[in-house]
């Protein structure tokens, strides 16, 4: 099982980046695919996730209408759109998928997702 994060880097303040989820070695369609972040000194959080039937969920505190989370089941990959970086979005963004979240589990919860990617540095300027 393999998940790979791409697309970080260093961008201003108001401007945008797109991060990639490239996934191998299960049943890609099968699964919820989430995005987390974690800043430093700070606890991993939610961001967004989207199920196996393409439903998106987003956790507004974070992403207030300024992220857009896709899939593709073709290249089993996942996609995070973020517009209007802040500088208080500078953090690694992980990718993690769960195949429990399709059963009821919350997704909001990281222990519910049992792959990880090793992350992907965004660093965003003022």
């Known amino acids: 099982v393999q998940l790979v994060e791409s697309g970080g880097g260093l961008v201003q303040a108001g401007g945008s980046l797109r991060l990639s989820c490239a996934a191998s070695?299960?049943?890609?369609?099968?699964?919820?695919i989430g995005w987390f972040r974690q800043a430093p000194g700070k606890e991993r959080e939610v961001v967004s996730c989207?199920?196996?039937?393409?439903?998106?969920?987003y956790a507004l505190s974070v992403v207030k209408g300024r992220f857009t989370i896709s899939r593709d089941n073709a290249t089993n990959t996942v996609y995070l759109q973020m517009n209007s970086l802040k500088p208080e979005d500078t953090a690694v963004y992980y990718c993690?998928?769960?195949?429990?979240?399709?059963?009821?589990?919350?997704?909001?919860?990281?222990?519910?997702?049992?792959?990880w990617g090793q992350g992907t540095q965004v660093t965003v300027s003022s």
């Open positions: 070695g299960f049943t890609f369609d099968d699964y919820t």
């Open positions: 993690a998928a769960s195949g429990l979240v399709r059963y009821g589990s919350s997704w909001r919860q990281l222990r519910n997702y049992g792959y």
């Open positions: 989207i199920t196996s039937t393409g439903t998106r969920y």
